[in-house]
Every structure is written in structure tokens, then in C-alpha cells.
């Protein structure tokens, strides 16, 4: 088997290592999210949500708990989405004509750098869940060992498709382009629909129905779902909603995520295969 | 006969409307120093880059180390080394790395793969270096770097695309010493340039390329006896009559106008012969601004086959390639 690609990881993993400030951002950032925005809106929220009707025999969960899964899923999202960034730079300052040179099959490229983008929405993933636990997130309450094993497990499943999705959606943009600015643009015109589209800080269930057909074409949707699943538990309340999911319905959230990372897939490939760099 | 190791038939390349290769013709023998010599915008980086994969091959045949570039790309980008244009480096990586990756990128074995970076790191000067982030060496180093680089797998052939460029006079004479080492070691080179010293001192054969054209190839020796043994330079206000005086002489091959004022090409000794030009000259009463008897050089080949100087850009030109790459930083 050809593992060209791992050099390419090899190689990413090096240079994220390396370049302090971009690691050191890269993990502090989703932790000052958790600390301020976390906490900030939690005191605020849970003093409204008091005054919500709580149906018997549920369990309430705190706004912290419910916004930590979105935290998770925003991190991921912007992590994968910028992870093809290092491509540009290779493209116009760095190595890609050796890579688009040598006899290395050129999907080997894309694996390398969406390995590499994956690599650090996981370690990225775990160091919130650590924190958030740290500071009152009430995640894996009452479960067993056994459990939380697999929580973790299902959750790094979750990020690790839909952080690959966006992998080679970035990589694909990001090939076909020649500016930073542009590259920049495009990534930061599609965060922010993204991201307040979905279900990561606040129900979806209240949207006036324009908004929720957004919702439900959003990827990031499906992964928050995924995660608070895995997470909380399949029947809690929060923010004045009741959640209940059924395992068919996580199933559904992370078949819509693996044809999603399938088609970005496609894009990326066709664009790998004709790019020409001189 | 020699054994050719490219072959080039009819390439032609376009970019829109714009015909940057106009069909050419030629092969590289086996062992050989080959050069391309030509301004910047003749064509020389788009034939190397569709001779290495990088660009596709529009219309005809190129086989190289006998593999077919249409069909077998693969085949050929194993065959081949490649330095580019530009740096093509990761100022992040350490020498080192830079070589382990490139080996790993090739499918190179462990083994192999370490014995030839020390081999590399030998022949670049660089064993004291090979802890240092690439960014922290000096441009000749970089230079030496990527040329051993392009050797790590024993390519079959070298591409140098203007391996100098850029590079102050000290740096560029110990590259140029660096590639005839790796010549003699068997290494087959393919090099373009548009410096007239660089193609003149290291190439076997040289083709001069213009406006995406050869104009005419051969060693340097058969293209500088082309135009003459000796060459007259000849301003005059008077030119026509300085051209019916000069072309009188037997020993004169060839006259014609040129940006330099007439060129005289002589089949004679040319130190001989100036003497009784200028009195021929005086008697018909043409009047001599300035005359100058010289060796031809590559630069003058050029001149005499396009009509124009080589050396269009000149400093400025150098200047503006520095600064592209001290950006590119």
C-alpha cells in the first residue's frame, strides 16, 4: 500500500508543532469561548429557563452543559474549514509543485492535509470536553465506564466525518483560488450562516420556517445532534425545549454527514486532479 | 549514434490566445548538458514544466527516459528530478526533513532513503546544517539544497530551470561547479537560462529559444562559428554605402544591419583585415563613428538570428526576479 499520504501528514503534524503562536491559538481559543461566552450566558439563562415548565421524570440540563456540544461542533467547524489554508501557503510559497510533481498519487495530498485538520478538531474536541468538565459541564452524568467509553467514542466519530467534509471543502475552495484574501472571504461568508443556522447555542425549534429549512441542510446540525446524544443522553430538557432522540434519528444525522463528506469528497478530487501550479 | 533520452516532437503550447510554445523540436542525449538559452518569455519554463508533468501536454509527442508523457506520466515522474524557477521550499522543515520527505514522497525505502540523504548532505556541503530550519540558510545553500534534492532519487535526468537566478556571482560559479560535478557522476541535464555565461560554460549543446521558437542549436562552438570567425561592429551615419564598401572584401561573409549599427561577419582573421577596412572605408568617404572587431560571444549569436540583445531586461530585469523571490520569503 501507498503511504504517501502519511508523509504529508508527517510533515502538516511538523509544522503545527512547530509554529507556536498557531498551536497555541488553536488551543486556547475554544477554551476562552467556553470560559466566557460559556459562563457569561449560562448566568444569565438559566435564571429564564427557572420559569419554564419542566415535565416530570426528565432531566433539566444547564445552559453550559447544552452549549458545550455546540462549542465542540463550532470549534470543529472552524478548524476544518480553515484547514485547507495550508494549501495556499504551499501553493505559493511552499512545496505543492514538488508534491504535484513527484509520482505520489495526488489524493494523497488531500488525505494528508484533512488527516492533519482532523487530527487537531479531535485533540481540540478533548480539551474541551476536559475543561468543560472542569468548570461544571454536566457531561456523562451518572453514566458507567462502559459508557462514557462509548460517548467518546461516538462523538469522536461524529467530528472526525464532519470535520472531513469541511476538510476537503476547504482544500477544494482553497486549490482553486489564488488569493489569501479570497480564501479568507469565502471561509468567513460561510461561518457565520453556518454557525447561527444551527442548533449549537439555542434551540431550532422557535425559527420561523425559512430559518429551519436552513437548519435542516446544515451540516453542523446533524453533528451537534450527534454530540449531545452521545453526551447528555437521548431524552433531556433545556432551554425550555424537550429533546428526545431515537437512535434512528442519530443514525439518519450521521448517514446526511457521510454524504456530505462524500460529495465535498468529489469536489476535492476533481480539483486535485486538474490543478496545475507553475 | 548518441542515445537520446528526450525526444520532443512538435510541442506546442498555448495559455488562452497567447502561443508560448509555437511547435519545437528537439532531443537531449544521454549524459549530456543541455541548455535552453533565451529572454525571459521564450518559452523555456513552459517546456520544462510540461516536460515534468506539471503542465499537460497539449499537442505533440514527448517521450522521455523512453516513457511516453501522454499515456505514461507516472513512469516519467519517476524517471526525473526536477529544481524549479522558484524556491520550492518549507522554511519550516529542517534539512533533514526536507530530504526525508522528499524520499518518502518518491516511495524511496527506508534504507536507501537514509543512505542517500547523507550522500546528499555531502555533496551539498550541508552536513553541519542538517538540523537547521531551511529558512535560517543562505540563498546559495537553498540553492544547493533543492539541486540535491532534485538528485535524491538518481533521476535519469535533471531539470534546471534557471538554477542561478538571482544568485550573486561567488554563489552561482560554485552551483555551476556543483553541476558538472553531478554531470560527471552520469546525471543527464536539462537547463534553461537566459545568462549567456551560464549556457555558454556549462552546456554540451545549446538551443537558442525565442518567442516559444528554436532558433538554431548545436555546441556553443558551432553556433558562434555560424555567424563568423570574427565580427565588425560599424556605426555609421552612411550605412548603405558602408555596406556596399564592406561586402566588396572576400574575406567578409556577411552583412547586415543591427542594433549595434552593421554587422560585419568575417571568414578571416579579423585583426588582419580591419586595417584595410578602414581605409576602404575612408577613401569611398564613409564616416566612421565608432568601430569594434570582436570574437563572437552567444549573446552576439542571438543578436544575429532575432535582431535583438539578450540581455533585453538587463539589471533591472535581475533585480526584479530578486525582489519576486525575496517576497515570495
Known amino acids: 500500500m501507498n503511504t504517501a499520504f502519511l508523509t504529508v501528514y508527517w510533515r502538516d503534524m511538523i509544522r503545527f508543532r512547530r509554529f507556536r503562536p498557531m498551536l497555541f491559538s488553536t488551543l486556547i481559543q475554544p477554551i476562552l469561548w467556553m470560559a466566557f461566552f460559556g459562563i457569561g450566558m449560562s448566568s444569565n439563562f438559566d435564571k429564564f429557563s427557572q420559569f419554564a415548565m419542566l415535565p416530570p421524570g426528565i432531566r433539566s440540563v444547564d445552559y453550559l452543559t447544552f452549549m458545550a456540544a455546540g462549542v465542540i461542533a463550532m470549534t470543529t467547524l472552524f478548524t476544518s474549514l480553515f484547514g485547507g489554508i495550508s494549501l495556499l501557503f504551499d501553493k505559493r510559497w511552499g512545496i505543492m509543485k514538488e508534491m504535484l510533481a513527484s509520482p505520489m498519487p495526488r489524493t494523497h495530498i488531500l488525505w494528508g492535509i484533512s488527516l492533519s485538520g482532523v487530527t487537531k478538531a479531535l485533540i481540540q474536541a478533548t480539551l474541551i470536553m476536559i475543561f468543560g468538565l472542569l468548570i461544571g459541564v454536566e457531561f456523562f452524568s451518572g453514566f458507567t465506564l462502559a459508557r462514557i467509553i462509548i460517548a467518546v467514542l461516538g462523538i469522536a466519530l461524529f467530528v472526525t466525518i464532519f470535520s472531513l467534509g469541511f476538510l476537503f471543502l476547504s482544500a477544494g475552495i482553497t486549490m482553486r483560488l489564488e488569493s489569501m484574501e479570497g480564501v479568507q472571504g469565502i471561509m468567513t461568508l460561510l461561518t457565520m450562516p453556518l454557525f447561527f443556522s444551527s442548533n449549537a447555542l439555542y434551540p431550532i425549534e422557535s425559527f420561523p420556517s425559512w430559518l429551519r429549512v436552513i437548519s435542516v441542510v446544515n451540516p453542523l446540525t446533524y453533528l451537534v445532534k450527534g454530540i449531545r446524544y452521545f453526551a447528555i443522553g437521548n431524552d433531556f430538557f433545556a432551554m425550555g425545549t424537550h429533546y428526545s432522540y431515537s437512535l434512528q434519528e442519530i443514525l439518519t444525522s450521521l448517514i446526511v454527514l457521510i454524504i456530505f463528506s462524500a460529495i465535498t469528497y468529489v469536489f476535492a478530487w476533481v480539483t486535485f486532479r486538474k490543478a496545475v501550479v507553475t | 549514434m548518441k542515445d537520446a533520452i528526450i525526444e520532443v516532437y512538435g510541442l506546442f503550447h498555448s495559455y488562452g490566445d497567447f502561443e508560448a510554445v509555437k511547435g519545437i523540436t528537439f532531443n537531449v542525449y544521454r549524459g549530456e548538458i543541455f541548455s535552453f538559452l533565451g529572454p525571459n518569455g521564450a518559452g523555456k519554463s513552459t517546456t520544462i514544466n510540461v516536460l515534468t508533468t506539471l503542465l499537460p501536454l497539449q499537442k505533440g509527442r514527448v517521450l522521455v527516459n523512453g516513457y511516453d508523457l501522454r499515456r505514461e506520466k507516472r513512469k516519467v515522474r519517476e524517471s526525473i528530478g526536477i529544481v524549479f524557477q522558484d ?106 537560462t537566459h545568462y549567456m555565461e551560464e549556457a555558454d560554460l556549462l552546456s554540451d549543446r545549446i538551443s537558442i529559444i525565442d518567442h516559444g521558437r528554436i532558433i538554431i542549436s548545436g555546441t556553443s562552438e558551432e553556433l558562434k562559428n555560424s555567424i563568423g570567425s570574427d565580427l565588425i561592429y560599424l556605426e555609421t551615419k552612411n550605412s548603405e554605402k558602408g555596406k556596399e564598401v564592406a561586402s566588396s572584401f572576400k574575406e567578409v561573409k556577411n552583412v547586415k544591419d543591427s542594433s549595434r549599427g552593421l554587422e560585419i561577419s568575417l571568414q578571416a582573421d579579423g585583426r588582419r583585415f580591419l586595417p584595410k577596412l578602414i581605409i576602404a572605408l575612408e577613401k569611398s568617404g564613409v564616416d566612421i563613428e565608432s568601430i569594434s572587431l570582436k570574437k563572437p560571444t552567444l549573446d552576439d549569436v542571438f543578436l544575429h538570428y532575432t535582431g535583438r540583445e539578450l540581455r533585453d531586461g538587463g539589471p533591472e530585469d535581475r533585480i526584479k526576479a530578486i525582489a519576486m523571490k525575496r517576497r515570495r520569503r
Open chain 2, 87 to 192: 524556491e520550492v521550499l518549507d522554511g519550516d522543515l529542517t534539512v533533514w526533513e526536507t530530504l526525508e520527505f522528499h524520499g518518502r514522497i518518491y516511495g524511496m525505502p527506508k534504507k536507501e532513503r537514509r543512505e542517500r540523504i547523507e550522500e546528499m548532505l555531502k555533496l551539498a556541503e550541508l552536513e553541519k546544517k542538517v538540523n537547521e530550519r531551511v529558512k535560517y540558510l543562505s540563498g546559495g545553500m537553498r540553492r544547493r539544497l533543492e539541486i540535491s534534492r532534485g538528485l535524491m532519487t538518481r533521476p535519469d535526468v535533471l531539470f534546471l530551470d534557471e538554477p542561478t537566478l538571482g544568485l550573486d556571482p561567488q554563489t552561482r560559479y560554485r552551483i555551476w561547479e556543483y553541476i558538472r560535478k553531478v554531470n560527471k557522476e552520469g546525471t543527464t541535464i536539462f537547463l534553461t
